[in-house]
Antibody, heavy 120, light 105 residues
Framework: EVQLVESGGGLVQPGGSLRLSCAASQFTFSNYFMGWVRQAPGKGLEWVANIKEDGGATYYVDSVKGRFTISRDNAKNSLFLQMDSLRTEDTAVYYC?????????????WGQGTLVTVSS | IQLTQSPSSLSASVGDRVTITCRASQDISIYLAWYQQKPGKAPKLLIYSASSLQSGVPSRFSGSGSGTDFTLTISSLQPEDFVHYYCLQLKNYPLTFGGGTKVDI
């Protein structure tokens, strides 16, 4: 069974940095786009970023451009989200997702999420 | 692309047929998925490409539509269906979700 396990969340002050990781298993990681989706407490879902299979292209929601960086290490089956200049509005559960692309397009597998709290 | 999901909440009973709609601000063909989210859990894929049922999802769930107007229908609500639902467009970046629908008893 496909597994995505996030880590790295926690409490950080505004302006600080945090690096999230997602460990993938039970599928050929290098064959898939991957991404991050977040959900603020009590709110809806928001797509954050995607990365191409080889890491050669990345995509971001406007609100995180220039502050967040998505990356991957295919040798270690790992996805990352470097979050800098964090704001209180970045407080959310962050989910790692596998992005199925081809004839059909959808996020088919999600991790359990990791909570990021930005507060002084 | 903005996705307007309606209603934002609805009340229904076990056995009811319910329909949730998602309207896109521009043509997204069939690049739309539906997700179910239970409290404290990650979302679960129900429908992709507007009308394809994900493997393992009960047949009481169905999706339809193309272009700008889409619907998720639950033919006979079961107790475990009283949770949140979201649509997602994957036609263009930035990918966007609808605001969500809470289905209450």
């Amino acid at each position: 069974e496909v597994q995505l396990v996030e880590s790295g969340g926690g409490l950080v002050q505004p302006g600080g940095s945090l690096r999230l990781s997602c460990a993938a298993s039970q599928f050929t990681f290098s064959n898939y786009f991957m991404g991050w989706v977040r959900q603020a407490p009590g709110k809806g879902l928001e797509w954050v970023a995607n990365i191409k299979e080889d890491g050669g292209a990345t995509y971001y929601v406007d609100s995180v451009k220039g502050r967040f960086t998505i990356s991957r290490d295919n040798a270690k089956n790992s996805l990352f989200l470097q979050m800098d200049s964090l704001r209180t509005e970045d407080t959310a559960v962050y989910y790692c997702v596998r992005y199925r692309r081809g004839y059909d397009f959808f996020f088919d597998y999600w991790g359990q999420g990791t909570l990021v709290t930005v507060s002084s | 692309i903005q996705l307007t999901q309606s209603p934002s909440s609805l009340s229904a009973s076990v056995g009811d047929r319910v329909t949730i709609t998602c309207r896109a601000s521009q043509d997204i063909s069939i690049y739309l998925a539906w997700y179910q989210q239970k409290p404290g859990k990650a979302p679960k894929l129900l429908i992709y490409s507007a009308s394809s049922l994900q493997s393992g999802v009960p047949s009481r769930f169905s999706g339809s539509g193309s272009g700008t107007d889409f619907t998720l229908t639950i033919s006979s609500l079961q107790p475990e269906d009283f949770v949140h639902y979201y649509c997602l467009q994957l036609k263009n970046y930035p990918l966007t979700f609808g605001g969500g629908t809470k289905v209450d008893i």
